[in-house]
């Protein structure tokens, strides 16, 4: 993995039509630090799922907040942040969702939270001294 | 998010064409009217893939949420030409062990009802 790629952040709108913008972003920074496709897949979908639940949960929904999204390279692993000042939840408290069985018996929650712990290798979350919550993911950079 | 809808003998064809994030699953889930308001005893459903390259798992809901309609009314659902990143979130969510999932539209149709 590339150590040299400056790090980036940027504000998005919790419209759900950003998230196209804001994965596009995070892979165009994780493909310059060397990510390999699957790895640019995954990184892609975890940081999708955190700032759809941002938009879900933190805000209820609501478009017109912002969240920040910030992604670094350290210690050959992506680090991948994304900050809200919208409503704490604690991903250890997120049930896993049931992943057998008809479609028809199952519940539809926690499978967003459940792809990013399967994706991750750690998942740290928690409020950050000005208040906001900070959803950090690390991802190592796999061998070429 | 693109969603057209193609009849044939046994049933319906559905195109997906796009991203099916959050926003893209909004987008589907207000073309599945059409879905709904159809009898779909003994029919057969099938979700084209080929011009979807990315699911999450609000894509993955819409999904379950048709397959539930559909298996509620006596219908079948089968999904098809899914390329690699697709099907690995289905993989992810358990989903690939009971869907019906073909390569191609043709194979599809040939499904029994």
């Given amino acids: 993995m590339d150590t040299c790629c400056k790090p980036i952040e940027f504000v998005v709108t919790s419209d759900p039509k950003n998230l196209e913008s804001v994965c596009a972003r995070i892979r165009d920074f994780a493909e310059k630090a060397g990510a390999d496709q699957k790895l640019l897949r995954h990184i892609e979908l975890a940081v999708d799922e955190i700032c759809s639940n941002v938009i879900c949960h933190a805000y209820n929904g609501q478009r017109d907040q912002t969240y920040k999204v910030c992604a670094k390279v350290e210690e050959q692993k992506l680090v991948v942040d994304v900050i809200d000042h919208g409503i704490s939840f604690s991903p250890s408290c997120i049930k896993k969702p049931k992943l057998e069985g008809c479609p028809t018996t199952r519940g539809i929650g926690g499978l967003g939270i459940h792809f990013v712990k399967k994706i991750a290798d750690e998942i740290e979350y928690g409020k950050l001294p000005s208040g906001e919550n900070r959803f950090r993911i690390y991802k190592q950079c796999s061998a070429s | ?113």
């Fill in chain 2, 1 to 113: 998010m693109d969603v057209k809808f193609e009849e044939f003998d046994k049933g319906q064809v559905i195109y997906l064409s796009g991203r099916l994030d959050m926003a893209g699953a909004e987008e589907v889930e207000s073309s599945m009217g059409q879905l709904r308001a159809a009898p779909l005893e003994g029919k057969v459903i099938i979700v084209s893939f080929a011009d979807v390259h990315y699911i999450s798992s609000s894509g993955l809901r819409t999904i379950v949420a048709a397959f539930n309609h559909i298996h509620d009314q006596n219908g079948k659902m089968v999904l098809c030409q899914m390329d690699i990143g697709v099907h690995e979130v289905f993989e992810f969510a358990g989903l690939t062990e009971v869907f019906t999932i073909t390569e191609t539209v043709e194979e599809a149709k040939g499904i029994d009802t």
